[in-house]
């Protein structure tokens, strides 16, 4: 399986953007790159994908490296409530995605 | 309205006890699946059902017996539970191909 390698965890300011890398250097033509974010006792929630181009949607922001081999989650203005882990996980075209890596903590300081 | 929703939230048995843990969503999915969260955070695949039909099963012990009665639904049933099965274990749904889950908010297994 394609795997991904995210930072531990990050850290921001409060209402400044954040940038999350992932690497994913062995992915196939056909993975779709999503993001996902799990808040404190809660299930992971969908943040964000794409394939090739870059993507913005009312959460965040999804660049993608020319050769596909890395990406970055843009947070714009991080807000206390997006402390958070930040996980990115490699799909097929099938849908499936196996295994959510060990993810980027966030930590937003006021 | 909670779409994807898991009973119960909480679970503590005693080791070789057999449990169950429930999963309904109301989106009109067609694929469920079931995730474990350990210890340290890593979610990993168990299963997954697509209209009512195993997909994926990922090396889980045969202890594990996942049932969809029907595309609603995808209950858990765990066999002589084991201290290692304690863990967070999470229902998700998805329309098929998407790859967009949407997940419960998760049952908490303690096994002592």
């Known amino acids: 399986d394609a795997k991904t390698t995210q930072p531990n965890s990050m850290e921001s300011n409060e209402e400044e953007p954040v940038h999350l890398p992932c690497n994913h250097s062995?992915?196939?033509?056909?993975?779709?790159i999503h993001w996902y974010r799990q808040l404190p006792s809660q299930g992971p929630e969908y943040v964000i994908h794409?394939?090739?181009s870059n993507v913005n949607n009312r959460m965040a922001s999804l660049a993608i490296a020319e050769d596909r081999k890395s990406s970055t989650l843009i947070l714009h203005r991080a807000t206390l409530r997006d402390a958070a882990v930040y996980y990115c996980?490699?799909?097929?075209?099938?849908?499936?995605?196996?295994?959510f890596g060990g993810g980027t903590r966030l930590m937003v300081k006021p | 309205d909670t779409a994807v929703s898991q009973t119960p939230k909480y679970l503590v048995t005693q080791m070789g006890n057999d449990k169950s843990i429930k999963c309904e969503q109301n989106?009109?999915?067609?694929?469920m699946y079931w995730y474990k969260q350990d210890s340290k955070k890593f979610l990993k695949i168990m299963f997954s059902?697509?209209?009512?039909?195993?997909?994926i099963n990922e090396t889980v012990p045969n202890r594990f017996s996942p049932k969809s009665p029907d595309k609603a639904h995808l209950n858990l049933h765990i066999n002589s539970l084991e201290l290692g099965d304690s863990a967070v274990y999470f229902c998700?749904?998805?329309?098929?191909?998407?790859?967009?889950?949407?997940f419960g908010e998760g049952s908490r297994l303690t096994v002592l």
């Open positions: 998700a749904s998805s329309p098929s191909g998407t790859g967009e889950l949407f």
């Open positions: 062995t992915i196939s033509g056909t993975d779709y």
């Open positions: 794409g394939l090739t």
């Open positions: 996980i490699l799909c097929n075209n099938a849908g499936n995605m196996l295994t």
């Open positions: 989106l009109g999915h067609d694929t």
């Open positions: 059902y697509n209209n009512k039909e195993l997909i």
